[in-house]
């Protein structure tokens, strides 16, 4: 049987110190951190998300989760009840990890809350967790989302489920206050939980939450990323993301005075558009697919940057669709004007980073 109280711990934040004091000088070869912003809002109805263990990491850092795979132990309590001690010091103690901070507030309905988490250009990536609260074991998060340099990188997520327990529903085993009227019984349930992470199936009202009250529809959360320069040390930022910088290069065609030579795209196997949808793998939607970290048949995806050409016919060189850029995600495009469609990317396939396209093009007579 579970506590039926989360902890909340401390309830302040920090805010970041460009220079602290007794730390060691930082030279020009080694500058110091940036900071980055994120924000976590909640779209639910009724549901409450949790203090959220947020941190900035190298792409080689482990996985926040793997869906289809057992979650941490670590990642099970925050799941099941809310608890972040144990998830900070595991994440604290990998060598690919820079920071790691704690959300002190509650995000409840509609509303959004934000913290300050630093990188630099060894550690340019952000996951984080939070439980939502009136279940049993369901969490939202994202792996590996990609902090960028300028803009905001933007993660429509839906809920997930840690496979850890039962999703019984029952106010004795969800650690949130009971609604005043709340429902008895109890969800039609399998003897064991399922072990693994996997898309949450939201609250059904069998037990004690009401579906019309607790549950959602998708996104659950949208959660937000951005640089800030405002809370950065004096030339953090550039060092990071400038040419000249630390950070990776921008190509030719994005430095003035580059070649602006065409990009080439490599087609991408499993990766296809029809006029209304997307398609990766066996994963499909008729907006976007997130791909921020994730692991499919055992190989990593790291989406950078996504957008949508067209040209008129095979003979024309292909040119940029405007207003169709994505961070971290493949989306659809629904074209209206005649001619040939394909959607290009910049992406990570395991380790190597490369411009890829879709593996069909899209014709529209």
């Known amino acids: 049987m579970k506590v039926h109280r989360i902890v909340t711990g401390l309830a302040a934040i920090s805010l970041y110190a460009a220079i602290a004091s007794g730390q060691p000088s930082v030279t020009a070869e080694t500058p110091p951190p940036a900071v980055a ?45 809310g608890a972040t001690a144990g998830l900070q010091n595991r994440v604290r ?13 509650f995000v409840r309905p509609g509303n959004s809350a934000s913290i300050q988490v630093k990188f630099d ?35 429509r997520t839906n809920g997930w489920d840690a496979g850890s327990e039962r999703n019984t529903e029952l106010c ?27 898309v949450h199936a939201g609250v059904h009202g069998c037990g004690g939450f009401p579906s019309e009250v607790f549950d959602w529809g998708y996104p659950l959360a949208l959660i937000k990323v951005s640089a800030s320069p405002d809370l950065s040390p004096p030339g953090a930022l550039e060092a990071i993301c400038s040419p000249g910088g630390t950070g990776p290069p921008p190509s030719p065609a994005d430095v003035p005075g580059g070649d602006g030579a065409p990009t080439s795209y490599e087609p991408l196997e499993g990766w296809r558009v029809t006029a209304d949808s997307v398609q990766f ?7 976007c697919i997130s791909l921020s970290g994730a692991t499919i048949n055992g190989v990593r995806y790291e989406v950078h940057s996504s957008h949508w050409q067209t040209r008129s016919d095979a003979s024309a060189d292909w040119a940029d669709i405007p207003r169709t850029e994505r961070e ?13 469609y394909r959607a290009v990317a910049d992406i990570s396939v395991g380790p190597d980073r490369a411009k890829r396209s879709t593996e069909n093009i899209l014709t529209v007579p």
Do not use: W
């Not at 990536?125 to 074991?137: F, K, Q, R, W």
């Not at 971290?328 to 040939?340: I, K, R, T, V």
């Open 281 to 287: 793998q066996f994963l499909r939607a008729g907006n």
């Open 121 to 155: 250009s060894e550690h340019r990536l952000v996951s984080l967790a939070s439980m939502i609260e009136m279940t049993n074991d369901g969490f939202v998060a994202a792996s590996g989302l990609a902090i960028p340099c300028e803009g905001e990188a933007v993660l």
């Open 37 to 81: 912003t994120v924000t976590i809002v909640n779209l639910a109805k009724g549901q409450i998300l949790t203090p959220a263990v947020v941190y900035s990491h190298g792409p080689e850092a482990p996985p926040l989760f793997v869906s289809g795979q057992p979650a941490s132990p670590e990642l099970q309590r925050l799941a099941e009840l």
């Open 172 to 198: 004795s085993e969800v650690p949130a206050p009971c609604p005043s009227r709340s429902r008895l019984g109890t969800c039609s349930i399998g003897p064991s939980p399922e072990g693994f992470v996997h």
């Open 328 to 340: 971290n995600q493949l989306c659809a495009h629904s074209p209206s004007q005649p001619g040939q």
């Open 93 to 105: 103690a990998e060598p690919e990890v820079l920071d790691v901070v704690r959300l002190a507030a």
